[in-house]
């Protein structure tokens, strides 16, 4: 057991002219993670810290950070492995603040809605499954394993400033389901990421990829999307 | 006050399987949920989902009755059989619109939906995304609801029911970004909160996962169901109680003692590692009791390095995640230190086989509800196939009972009252006088429930832990609100739900002592069998304020297939 201090960034919008930090030194023992560090010091030393938090087995997407000036998910960060005396533990950077390390998410829910996230068919459908081959179903496996977590949103210059910008993980969603062998969305989707607010606003500088926990790559989603896009509008292609 | 035909608390899989159902049939529904529905626990399942597609070349000859037989067998016999029945008929048709709008379901090499084995089914029948199952469902359905624009409240939390003249009229709810608490009115509402596993230390359980839809409906005098019956997972990580999913052994993985002995061969020798959970928790915990743990720690081994680093890729890539972020173990070349863990609450609020509770305008459906079809054991993979067969036919029946009135309700009203009694309610708990630590009393509830009502259990163990409860419920009135911001009060969220949980959790104490037999999940070391001619019932709990819950019975619904003893 080894004592760790954790430096905090607090804020209440409704209280504080500006954020501030605040340590708390917290005993930290076997395993633990900075999500089981926050609720140490919630529960013993300051019950109004404010963050999110839900599955604590990093798959809900609730509880990615900006630690230690790296994006990642308290849940799934190992204290002791970090090897550090002091963690410093803020929100996402470049987002409205809620409160301390909530983040108003809002917008960001918003752009996901903008490109149609569901499967759209056209034609009838079968009474069984519609078929899919197990190589048209790899084509899924990076992008739907995206938790919405935010983490590439909050870490893309484009994000920062043009505030209308899709950003990665709604452009990641829109290619999950472009790329769909079941999908018969056509041109019908197309419109929402095929514009200046969407992959033509991402200059590949791929902060996204570095930062997202699960390890997934929207850059090469959205890379993909400005490909088919020049194969449906010049080679008549389907996708 | 805001006001929706139907209010649907919980975005899980129970919560947007309803609330789409209803949205399709014209009702206006909104979904209320303390996370993004996104986030819920739903999204944490792996394993899979089981429905009898017969997809496997070694189960061309499965059928829903089979489903059923194995349902019910699992169950020890508790389930009410034709719900049973009607789950594993409804699972073909809801596992393939599933598929339609999107599920990305693993393929056999034909194109069809893959399905493996899991422990207690005569056949492969566990249909699967890999082992992240659950949120790829999860996901379909917040697009599904997106599709709609089904309207959702997101990051509310609420409070207790409004109930009046005896009908449920809608909730009251905590706005947690911005503060302030609101009455949400409306002809009916589906709770759909998900289960109660953070009664308990060692859950496998999200942290959200309190029980505060069956405790509402509960403290509102609706009884809760054979809550008793609490599933140990024979295999979460050693350290954290998060889940190895089933998916391990149904790909063949091996549990291991100190002496790397197959040990289950002692227990199923037929079944093996494939025997049902409640049979597999309580032979680790056998291995562990007399000695055969790890280095003589409460742990045994899963072993699944014979599986080799491709198949773990492609079927079990989760799992190798979170071994190596949470145990620090690659299971390519290393076996998992495991050990049995609260997953599941068979138990919930009582409900028939459309949702309907005893109250007019309450419905329930998902892991907080007991239709019954687990009884006293549920089998893996039958949970999340619960959510979407009893969300979407609680979603009908709420639908035809709100459309079919001769004319519409009277447009609900709220006075203000119910918000004004929650404001009074936290008012209370700033206010209060004492000493007391709610923290300490979540950490006590959580151990006596782990150690008193755990895999084993016996009368002198379980009145101790009955007179620990009542003792911490004690204490809680003592405890006060540290916090009383107004945005994101995490404090005064886990205060408010921590009376639920004590609760629920005295519910399950309650009727684990009175049970004088083992069956399913209940395994008494006093009364070591399954006695049908007194306990083939289930136990119903009526709260009862500071006291222990009144406990009434009601018969389980045969019809199908006569009790026998499991043999695996
Ligand atoms: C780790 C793990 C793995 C599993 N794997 C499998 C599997 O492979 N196969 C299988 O069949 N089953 C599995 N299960 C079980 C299954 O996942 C759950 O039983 C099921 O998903 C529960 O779904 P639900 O919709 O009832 O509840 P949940 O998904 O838990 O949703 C509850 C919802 O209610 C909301 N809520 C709760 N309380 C409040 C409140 N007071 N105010 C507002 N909103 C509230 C939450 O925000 C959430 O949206 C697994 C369970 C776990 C823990
Ligand atoms: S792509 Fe990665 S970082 Fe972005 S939201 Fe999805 S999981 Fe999070
Ligand atoms: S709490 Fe769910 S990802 Fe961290």
Same mark, same amino acid.
């Given at each position: 057991?080894?004592?760790i201090t954790f430096h905090v960034k607090r804020f209440?919008?409704?209280?504080?002219?500006?954020p501030y930090y605040q340590d708390f030194?917290v005993?930290v023992?076997?395993?633990?993670t900075v999500l089981?560090a926050l609720?140490?010091?919630?529960?013993?030393?300051?019950?109004?810290?404010?963050f999110?938090?839900?599955?604590?087995?990093?798959?809900?997407?609730?509880c990615a950070m900006y630690i230690n000036g790296r994006y990642r998910l308290a849940c799934q960060t190992n204290v002791a492995h970090m090897g550090v005396p002091r963690v410093t533990v803020e929100p996402l950077p470049h987002v409205?603040l809620?409160?301390d390390l909530?983040w108003?998410?809002?917008?960001?829910?918003?752009?996901?809605?903008?490109?149609?996230?569901?499967?759209?068919?056209?034609?009838?459908?079968?009474?069984?499954?519609?078929?899919?081959?197990?190589?048209?179903?790899?084509?899924?496996?990076?992008?739907?394993?995206?938790?919405?977590c935010a983490a590439c949103y909050s870490s893309c210059p484009?994000v920062w400033?043009?505030?209308?910008?899709?950003?990665?993980?709604?452009?990641?969603?829109?290619?999950?389901?472009?790329?769909?062998?079941?999908?018969?969305?056509?041109?019908?989707?197309?419109?929402?990421?095929?514009?200046?607010?969407?992959?033509?606003?991402?200059?590949?500088i791929a902060n996204c990829s570095e930062a997202c926990p699960k390890e997934?790559?929207?850059?090469?989603?959205?890379?993909?999307?400005?490909?088919?896009?020049?194969?449906?509008?010049?080679?008549?292609?389907?996708? | 006050?805001?006001?929706?035909?139907?209010?649907?608390?919980?975005?899980?899989?129970?919560?947007?399987?309803?609330?789409?159902?209803?949205?399709?049939?014209?009702?206006?529904?909104?979904?209320?949920?303390?996370?993004?529905?996104?986030?819920?626990?739903?999204?944490?399942?792996?394993?899979?989902?089981?429905?009898?597609?017969?997809?496997?070349?070694?189960?061309?000859?499965?059928?829903?009755? @089979?489903?059923?037989?194995? #349902?019910?067998?699992?169950?020890?016999?508790?389930?009410?059989?034709?719900?049973?029945?009607?789950?594993?008929?409804?699972?073909?048709?809801?596992?393939?619109?599933?598929?339609?709008?999107?599920?990305?379901?693993?393929?056999?090499?034909?194109?069809?939906?893959?399905?493996?084995?899991?422990?207690?089914?005569?056949?492969?029948?566990?249909?699967?995304?890999? !082992?992240? #199952?659950?949120?790829?469902?999860?996901?379909?359905?917040?697009?599904?609801?997106?599709?709609?624009?089904?309207?959702?409240?997101?990051?509310?939390?609420?409070?207790?029911?409004?109930?009046?003249?005896?009908?449920?009229?809608?909730?009251?709810?905590?706005?947690?970004?911005?503060?302030?608490?609101?009455?949400?009115?409306?002809?009916?509402?589906?709770?759909? #909160?998900?289960?109660?596993?953070?009664?308990?230390?060692?859950? +496998?359980?999200?942290?959200?996962?309190?029980?505060?839809?069956?405790?509402?409906?509960?403290?509102?005098?609706?009884?809760?169901?054979?809550?008793?019956?609490?599933?140990?997972?024979?295999?979460?990580?050693?350290?954290?109680?998060?889940?190895?999913?089933?998916?391990?052994?149904?790909?063949?993985?091996?549990?291991?003692?100190?002496?790397?002995?197959?040990?289950?061969?002692?227990?199923?020798? @037929?079944?093996?590692?494939?025997?049902?959970?409640?049979?597999?928790?309580?032979?680790?915990?056998?291995?562990?009791?007399?000695?055969?743990? %790890?280095?003589?720690? +409460?742990?045994?081994?899963?072993?699944?390095?014979?599986?080799?680093?491709?198949?773990?890729?492609?079927?079990?890539?989760?799992?190798?995640?979170?071994?190596?972020?949470?145990?620090?173990?690659?299971?390519?070349?290393?076996?998992?230190?495991?050990?049995?863990?609260?997953?599941?609450?068979?138990?919930?609020?009582?409900?028939?086989?459309?949702?309907?509770?005893?109250?007019?305008?309450?419905?329930?459906?998902?892991?907080?509800?007991?239709?019954?079809?687990?009884?006293?054991?549920?089998?893996?993979?039958?949970?999340?196939?619960?959510?979407?067969?009893?969300?979407?036919?609680?979603?009908?029946?709420?639908?035809?009972? %709100?459309?079919?009135?001769?004319?519409?309700?009277?447009?609900?009203?709220?006075?203000?009252?119910?918000?004004?009694?929650?404001?009074?309610?936290?008012?209370?708990?700033?206010?209060?006088?004492?000493?007391?630590?709610?923290?300490?009393?979540?950490?006590?509830?959580?151990?006596?429930?782990?150690?008193?009502?755990?895999?084993?259990?016996?009368?002198?163990?379980? @009145?101790?832990?009955?007179?620990?409860?009542?003792?911490?419920?004690?204490?809680?009135?003592?405890?006060?609100?540290?916090?009383?911001?107004?945005?994101?009060? %995490?404090?005064?969220?886990?205060?408010?739900?921590?009376?639920?949980?004590?609760?629920?959790?005295?519910?399950?104490? +309650?009727?684990?002592?009175?049970?004088?037999?083992?069956?399913?999940?209940?395994?008494? #070391?006093?009364?070591?069998?399954?006695? !049908?001619?007194?306990?083939?019932?289930?136990?119903?709990?009526?709260?009862?304020?500071?006291?222990?819950?009144?406990?009434?019975?009601?018969?389980?619904?045969?019809?199908?297939?006569?009790?026998?003893?499991?043999?695996?």
């Amino acid at each position: 057991m080894s004592d760790i201090t954790f430096h905090v960034k607090r804020f209440d919008p409704a209280v504080d002219k500006a954020p501030y930090y605040q340590d708390f030194v917290v005993p930290v023992e076997g395993s633990m993670t900075v999500l089981e560090a926050l609720f140490d010091i919630q529960e013993k030393q300051d019950g109004s810290l404010a963050f999110r938090y839900c599955c604590r087995s990093s798959i809900c997407g609730s509880c990615a950070m900006y630690i230690n000036g790296r994006y990642r998910l308290a849940c799934q960060t190992n204290v002791a492995h970090m090897g550090v005396p002091r963690v410093t533990v803020e929100p996402l950077p470049h987002v409205p603040l809620v409160r301390d390390l909530v983040w108003d998410m809002e917008d960001f829910f918003v752009k996901y809605e903008a490109i149609k996230p569901w499967l759209i068919r056209n034609s009838a459908l079968p009474d069984t499954e519609i078929t899919q081959s197990p190589a048209e179903r790899l084509k899924l496996n990076m992008p739907i394993d995206c938790i919405l977590c935010a983490a590439c949103y909050s870490s893309c210059p484009s994000v920062w400033t043009e505030e209308n910008y899709l950003g990665p993980a709604a452009l990641l969603k829109a290619y999950r389901f472009e790329v769909d062998s079941r999908d018969e969305a056509g041109r019908e989707r197309m419109p929402s990421w095929d514009n200046e607010r969407g992959v033509y606003r991402c200059h590949t500088i791929a902060n996204c990829s570095e930062a997202c926990p699960k390890e997934l790559n929207p850059t090469e989603g959205i890379q993909w999307l400005k490909g088919s896009a020049v194969r449906r509008r010049l080679l008549g292609r389907k996708k | 006050m805001i006001s929706h035909q139907l209010i649907v608390v919980g975005g899980g899989l129970a919560g947007l399987r309803a609330a789409i159902e209803a949205k399709d049939a014209g009702v206006d529904v909104a979904i209320i949920s303390q996370v993004h529905p996104g986030r819920s626990h739903s999204g944490a399942a792996q394993g899979g989902v089981n429905a009898a597609l017969a997809n496997h070349p070694d189960a061309s000859d499965d059928s829903p009755q @089979k489903h059923a037989f194995d #349902t019910v067998k699992g169950s020890d016999y508790l389930a009410d059989q034709p719900h049973a029945l009607q789950m594993t008929t409804d699972a073909v048709p809801a596992i393939y619109e599933l598929e339609h709008m999107g599920c990305p379901f693993s393929r056999f090499d034909d194109g069809r939906i893959a399905q493996r084995p899991f422990g207690g089914a005569g056949y492969p029948r566990t249909c699967y995304g890999a !082992d992240k #199952t659950g949120h790829y469902m999860l996901h379909v359905l917040v697009e599904q609801a997106y599709k709609r624009a089904i309207a959702m409240y997101v990051e509310w939390f609420v409070c207790r029911l409004i109930v009046e003249d005896g009908a449920c009229r809608g909730v009251v709810a905590y706005n947690m970004t911005k503060g302030g608490f609101e009455e949400f009115r409306g002809e009916a509402v589906i709770m759909a #909160t998900g289960g109660a596993g953070r009664t308990y230390s060692n859950t +496998s359980n999200a942290v959200i996962s309190t029980g505060g839809g069956a405790a509402m409906a509960y403290h509102a005098g609706v009884p809760l169901k054979d809550m008793e019956f609490v599933q140990f997972h024979p295999t979460t990580l050693f350290t954290t109680h998060i889940l190895m999913t089933e998916g391990c052994r149904g790909e063949g993985g091996y549990l291991l003692n100190k002496d790397g002995e197959r040990f289950m061969a002692k227990y199923a020798p @037929k079944a093996m590692e494939l025997a049902p959970r409640d049979i597999t928790s309580r032979s680790i915990q056998t291995e562990i009791n007399e000695g055969r743990g %790890i280095d003589g720690k +409460s742990y045994v081994y899963l072993d699944l390095r014979h599986l080799g680093a491709e198949k773990l890729a492609e079927r079990l890539p989760g799992t190798r995640d979170l071994a190596i972020h949470f145990e620090g173990v690659d299971p390519v070349y290393e076996p998992i230190p495991i050990q049995p863990g609260q997953h599941y609450s068979m138990g919930g609020i009582d409900t028939d086989v459309d949702g309907r509770t005893v109250m007019p305008g309450l419905l329930a459906a998902g892991e907080c509800a007991c239709v019954s079809v687990h009884g006293a054991n549920r089998l893996g993979g039958n949970s999340l196939l619960e959510t979407v067969v009893f969300g979407r036919r609680a979603g009908a029946a709420a639908a035809r009972d %709100i459309l079919g009135r001769e004319r519409g309700a009277a447009a609900p009203q709220g006075d203000g009252a119910a918000a004004a009694a929650v404001e009074a309610q936290v008012a209370e708990l700033a206010g209060r006088e004492g000493s007391e630590d709610a923290y300490a009393v979540r950490q006590e509830m959580t151990e006596v429930m782990r150690i008193h009502f755990g895999i084993y259990r016996d009368e002198a163990a379980m @009145k101790t832990g009955v007179d620990a409860l009542l003792a911490l419920k004690t204490r809680l009135k003592k405890a006060k609100l540290r916090h009383t911001g107004r945005v994101w009060n %995490i404090d005064m969220i886990r205060t408010m739900e921590l009376e639920g949980m004590l609760d629920v959790a005295l519910a399950t104490a +309650s009727g684990a002592l009175v049970r004088t037999e083992s069956r399913g999940s209940h395994a008494r #070391t006093d009364y070591e069998t399954r006695d !049908d001619e007194r306990w083939l019932k289930h136990t119903l709990a009526f709260y009862q304020g500071d006291d222990p819950p009144r406990l009434d019975y009601k018969a389980v619904t045969m019809g199908l297939f006569e009790p026998q003893e499991r043999k695996y």
